[in-house]
């Protein structure tokens, strides 16, 4: 189902023209307007689902393989060296956009764009705490 006032359900639809890179009955994968590298793209589903908590299972795995398929046309196109699939989900996670969406953002050697988080230094007893949470 759609949701009135979701931008990217207007988007995904066709209501709203965007650069569209590709298109099928269940998706739509437009350039994002903000984006961090170029060729920045976004999957989004037709549908809406405010989430990952929310997409269903064969939803999440049809949008990866939308992903897979545009990231090797990119390869080739535009010539790129990597790609990072980046996908927010709540506003503590940088979600600014409250339609389930999957970021492919080529790369390119020597880009400079910042994705990738700062690792920190956990002691052995704090994994071994999270480990149990998560598996408990
Ligand atoms: P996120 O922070 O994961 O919710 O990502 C939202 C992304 O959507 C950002 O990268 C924005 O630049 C992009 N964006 C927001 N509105 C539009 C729009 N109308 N057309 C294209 N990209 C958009
Ligand atoms: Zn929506």
């Not at 970021?103 to 052995?124: M, V």
């Amino acid at each position: 189902m759609k949701k009135d006032n979701c931008i990217f359900c207007k988007i995904a639809n066709g209501e709203i023209p965007s650069r569209t890179v590709y298109e099928d009955e269940k998706f739509r994968v437009i350039l994002d307007m903000g984006p961090a590298t170029r060729g920045h793209a976004l999957v989004l589903p037709k549908e809406h689902f405010d989430d990952l908590y929310e997409i269903p299972a064969d939803w999440a795995a049809d949008a990866f393989k939308v992903g897979r398929q545009v990231a090797a046309s990119m390869k080739e196109k535009l010539g790129t060296d990597g790609i990072n699939l980046v996908q927010n989900n709540g506003e503590a996670a940088g979600q600014t956009v409250m339609h389930f969406h999957l970021h492919l953002i080529p790369r390119y050697r020597g880009d400079g764009a910042h994705i990738l988080w700062k690792p920190t230094s956990p002691s052995a007893e704090e994994l071994d705490a999270v480990l149990a949470q998560i598996i408990g």
